[in-house]
């Protein structure tokens, strides 16, 4: 092995083994005995100091100069058939030292050197540490490439790279300089109180969750988690669907950074007892933008998420979400009709309301009246009325609903149909001339016209309203900077579970791991469609009570393409991977 990244590799020859072919390893005393690099009498005394100090011996040995630190890592080196380094004159590189929580690396003596794509290289002090791999990869999210390095030279770079809570604040706000600094709260309803606690609050708070903001919305995040542990916060990004670490504040800072975005978001900051939810709107620059932020008490504090609603990034035009020119088509045709139901199911998170909104966005005219009942409002769509669902005080969305018949409405959009009562309401507007649209929770297009007549819904109602059903997902698309071309063998596609006769001759792709990308390989997200038109055929169907197969069925041999199906045809045109395909569509 060469390592090429500024320090020296001291053992070339050792590899490490898979876990069921570990060497046998003897115990370090004898060992360095039998190798004469030991006396007895020095490894007696440095057995009796271990015993009071709980070091590792090898370390103790080297810190009474009994053995030179390099002839030791060599001996390890050796015996555990793991590849060495010395790191005298290695610099750290700060972006990968984030990639390891500071306690974990002084505790487990472990220091992050080098990433290359998706494999992160590590030194560490003992080879011995069998769990020490599995828990950096659940961490990291990276491979592993451990290499053994001299505990004493180890210490060393850890203490001096890894700082005290405060260092590390200050670390965080020198490299937050001029972050969020151009970004001002605008308060809908003055509140006096909150806004004196938030002039009064301490100013390295107020610039670091600023600074998170600011950060996470140049990102490109969705979303904000603030977590609070027994020994640490956590603060995470969802960037592309996917949950990144980015810092870890001291905990002293636990309740300020709690309390400074309940003031921003208008909430009680006595209350910590109690889940909360509220709003909050940032100018940054030229762009506006709105934060819904919910709290919850868990056990050692308050976990806050904060979604970024920025609309700057809200893409609206249907013609650029990558349906498939049929699925566009039965589209565009279903929301154009003047009555109906056109239903948009997928897991939260999957971009239905998005969906939603491009697709009213396409049929907001001057001449229409189209209400909405959300919960919660995301985006304020101009020209369109919005009504936010408050449970609380009895605005459902059957009593919003019931409110919208009386309001001369043209289309209606229902953020979720959750229950019979709401269904029922709906199903009866589409059939007296409305254009409903809403979302329900079902896995595929076909088995959502099954949920709402298992919710109660007649089936000769649900095939006379519904005129279409959109089943979506979302995927992450391969960063085109670090793009490249892969090839998988056929047990490789069949552990992935796909039909290899559908990808036979396919040019596979894949990122290979960037800055750009973050080391994922993956950057932005591309969304995945099952379009089911309800033809006579299918209507015909849904009359006589067929399963979810029989219309699935139908629905395919009429032109509709399956989630898996669409998700393939993005693998073939390199948007995607196979495994995220595989991942996130069933067969």
Same mark, same amino acid.
């Given at each position: 092995m060469h390592l090429r990244f500024g320090m020296t590799a001291i053992n070339a020859s050792p590899k490490a083994l898979p876990a069921d072919s570990a060497p046998t390893v003897d115990r370090l005393g004898d060992l360095l005995l039998s190798q004469g690099l030991v006396t007895r009498e020095q490894l007696t005394l440095a057995l009796r100091e271990q015993r009071t100090s709980h070091q590792r011996l090898g370390y103790i040995l080297v810190k009474q100069g009994v053995i030179d630190e390099l002839e030791l890592t060599k001996v390890l080196a050796r015996q555990y058939r793991m590849p060495a380094v010395d790191l005298t004159h290695f610099d750290v590189d700060p972006r990968i030292l984030r990639l390891i929580p500071a306690d974990l690396a002084l505790k487990r003596m472990v220091l992050p050197l080098k990433r290359e794509g998706r494999t992160l290289t590590c030194a560490v002090a003992d080879p011995a540490d069998q769990g020490l791999l599995e828990d950096l990869k659940f961490i990291t999210r990276f491979d592993l490439f451990p290499v053994l390095a001299g505990e004493a030279t180890l210490r060393m770079l850890l203490e001096k790279h890894y700082e005290s809570s405060d260092e590390q604040l200050q670390t965080i706000l020198r490299e937050m300089e001029g972050i969020g600094d151009d970004i001002e709260v605008v308060r809908e309803e003055e509140d006096e109180g909150a806004a004196m606690q938030? /002039?009064?609050?301490? $100013?390295?708070? !107020?610039?670091?969750?600023?600074?998170? #903001?600011?950060?996470? @919305?140049?990102?490109? /995040?969705?979303?904000?988690?603030?977590?609070?542990?027994?020994?640490?916060? %956590?603060? %995470?990004y969802r960037i592309d669907g996917a949950l990144i670490e980015v810092m870890k504040p001291p905990l002293r800072m636990k309740a300020a950074l709690t309390s400074r975005v309940k003031i921003l978001a208008s909430l009680n900051i006595a209350e910590r007892r109690m889940? =909360?939810? &509220?709003?909050?709107?940032?100018?940054? &620059?030229?762009? @506006?933008?709105?934060?819904?932020? *919910?709290t919850l008490p868990v056990l050692f504090g308050e976990k806050i998420v904060m979604r970024i609603l920025d609309k700057g990034n809200l893409t609206l035009d249907l013609t650029k979400f990558g349906f498939e020119p049929k699925a566009e088509q039965d589209l565009m045709r279903a929301i154009l009709n003047p009555y109906g139901m056109v239903l948009v199911t997928g897991p939260t998170g999957s971009g239905?309301?998005?969906?939603?909104?491009?697709?009213?966005?396409?049929?907001?005219?001057?001449?229409?009246?189209?209400?909405?009942?959300?919960?919660?409002?995301?985006?304020?769509?101009?020209?369109?009325?919005?009504? =936010? @669902? %408050?449970?609380?005080?009895?605005?459902?969305? $059957? *009593?919003?609903?019931?409110?919208?018949?009386r309001q001369d409405p043209n289309i209606i959009m229902i953020g979720e149909i959750r229950d019979l009562e709401t269904g029922g309401i709906a199903i009866k507007a589409a059939l007296t001339g409305h254009l409903v649209l809403s979302t329900l929770h079902t896995n595929d297009a076909p088995s959502t016209i099954v949920r709402m007549?298992?919710?109660?819904?007649?089936?000769?109602? !649900?095939? *006379?309203?519904?005129n279409?059903? !959109? /089943? =979506? %997902? #979302?995927?992450?698309?391969?960063?085109?900077?670090?793009?490249?071309s892969v090839r998988y063998t056929d047990a490789e596609l069949k552990v992935l579970s796909t039909d290899i006769d559908l990808v036979r001759g396919f040019q596979f792709m894949r990122g290979r791991g960037c800055d750009e990308c973050g080391g994922t390989g993956y950057?932005?997200?591309?969304?995945?469609?099952? @379009?089911?038109?309800? *033809?006579? $055929?299918?209507?015909?169907? !849904?009359?006589?009570?067929a399963s979810t197969t029989e219309l699935r069925d139908q629905a395919v041999a009429e032109g509709t393409l399956t989630l898996r199906m669409d998700g393939l045809k993005k693998v073939e045109r390199g948007i995607t991977t196979v495994e995220e395909v595989v991942k996130e569509t069933a067969e």
């Open positions: 938030a /002039a009064v609050d301490d $100013a390295p708070v !107020v610039k670091l969750i600023n600074g998170i #903001l600011t950060d996470a @919305v140049q990102r490109g /995040a969705s979303d904000i988690h603030i977590e609070p542990f027994e020994h640490e916060i %956590r603060i %995470r889940p =909360q939810d &509220g709003r909050l709107k940032l100018k940054m &620059g030229s762009r @506006v933008i709105d934060f819904r932020v *919910s239905k309301t998005t969906t939603l909104y491009s697709a009213l966005q396409r049929i907001n005219t001057v001449d229409t009246n189209i209400m909405t009942a959300e919960d919660p409002v995301e985006y304020n769509l101009p020209g369109i009325n919005q009504v =936010q @669902v %408050r449970n609380e005080i009895g605005l459902t969305f $059957a *009593s919003a609903l019931r409110s919208f018949l007549i298992d919710m109660g819904i007649e089936a000769f109602n !649900v095939a *006379s309203a519904v279409l059903v !959109v /089943a =979506q %997902r #979302l995927v992450r698309r391969i960063c085109l900077r670090c793009k490249e950057r932005g997200r591309a969304g995945l469609y099952e @379009v089911m038109a309800m *033809s006579p $055929a299918i209507r015909r169907l !849904v009359l006589v009570g």
